[in-house]
């Protein structure tokens, strides 16, 4: 038997509603950076807990808080400490945001730019997919927002890279990928090897005024957030661990698990292929005419069970919609992805080409897509 999971988002009203009294409000940041927090009057209940943390010591932190319930804020309010902290012109500072997906690192890109172009901050995106060979670039950057693997291509030769060396806060998105087996060790040497350059810069220097390297790590699903916390704590103060309960998830999930036998007869590659067949029947059964996002484990599965999807079901588009695929589908590169475009469905991975992976983000944004894997 193989367990088919179904996870539900229903826009209701969650319990941090109730807790107005400890909501923490947005006029406690100073006035020159309240820009980057203007879209809401109240920090949330985990962003409100975190808050002290963040903006008024400089301890590494860790957050273990579910999907949806405000993390990106928590960086946010890391990178306001440091600002407060760091007298203007920002000249030597460096931010480094990591996440493990480019899709992720792209769209961190496009928001903080909008959010701290204005006070003077500019980023830099620094991952496969994109071409910055040219290090002046990174050098006058802000804030680098970067993949694991790409950091550790820069970082290997620090003590003869300036930028290292300037990086005052590391923010790690994410962190659950440390158990990942493939990409794992990667994230850890990272980290390992910023915390050595910090060590090693303060013992170097002769009245050991080298400026803390502080880590922030956020997850929605470390069981082991004390461990991760442990490994950040520097020499002189533990790293606080924040966990924040799924019953605080800003946006209620109803989980569902579907069970699919599977005979004796049948390899898991095949039985993995019949599990396309079934999910017109769940989408059907459970989507409340929603868009739909369904995960595969691989590019390939992503690619062919949309494929299966295109013959099993038909969604009712309206002329507009249609119109506005037909627009997305025109300029896309995969003729495959153009093709099932049109039947209101697509696919997205990291192998794909930007510009495509864009236009489906966009697609699916929008609400014009019904399906995407």
Not at 78 to 87: G, K, Q, S, Y
Request: hydrophobic share 40%; charged share 25%.
């Amino acid at each position: 038997m193989v367990m088919m999971r179904v996870f539900i988002h229903r826009f209701e009203k969650g319990t941090t509603g109730r807790n107005l009294e400890i909501l923490r409000a947005v006029t406690e940041i100073p006035t020159q950076f309240r820009c980057i927090f203007k879209e809401f009057p109240y920090f949330n209940y985990a962003q409100s807990k975190a808050l002290d943390d963040l903006l008024y010591t400089d301890r590494n932190f860790v957050i273990c808080a579910p999907t949806g319930s405000g993390k990106t804020v928590m960086f946010e309010l890391a990178i306001t400490r440091l600002l407060m902290e760091v007298p203007m012109p920002w000249l030597n500072i460096k931010v480094v945001y990591m996440a493990p997906i480019k899709a992720l690192c792209s769209q961190r890109f496009d928001d903080w730019k909008e959010k701290f172009g204005p006070i003077g901050l500019s980023c830099k995106e620094l991952t496969g997919d994109t071409v910055v060979d040219d290090l002046f670039e990174i050098h006058h950057a802000h804030i680098i927002i970067t993949t694991p693997e790409k950091w550790d291509s820069m970082t290997r030769r620090w003590k003869d890279n300036s930028i290292v060396q300037l990086v005052r806060l590391f923010l790690i998105d994410e962190v659950h990928v440390i158990k990942d087996e493939s990409r794992g060790a990667t994230l850890e040497v990272v980290v390992s090897r910023m915390k050595t350059v910090q060590s090693s810069l303060w013992r170097l220097s002769e009245n050991h005024d080298v400026p803390p390297l502080r880590f922030v790590a956020v997850s929605a699903t470390i069981p082991n957030a004390e461990d991760i916390a442990e490994w950040l704590s520097d020499g002189k103060m533990p790293a606080v661990c924040l966990k924040v309960d799924e019953d605080q998830r800003p946006v209620k999930l109803r989980k569902i698990v579907l069970g699919f036998p599977c005979s004796d007869s049948q390899t898991e590659f095949k039985f993995d292929l019949t599990l396309n067949y079934k999910i017109a029947s769940v989408i059907q059964a459970y989507s409340d005419q929603k868009p739909v996002l369904v995960f595969c484990a691989t590019r390939k599965g992503v690619q062919q069970a949309a494929s299966v999807l295109s013959k099993d079901a038909k969604f009712l588009l309206s002329v507009e919609q249609k119109q506005r695929l037909q627009k997305s589908a025109n300029s896309l590169k995969d003729s495959k992805l153009r093709d099932l475009l049109m039947y209101g469905l697509a696919y997205h991975h990291a192998g794909m080409e930007v510009s495509d992976r864009k236009i489906i983000e966009g697609a699916f944004t929008a609400g014009d897509l019904p399906v995407l894997f």
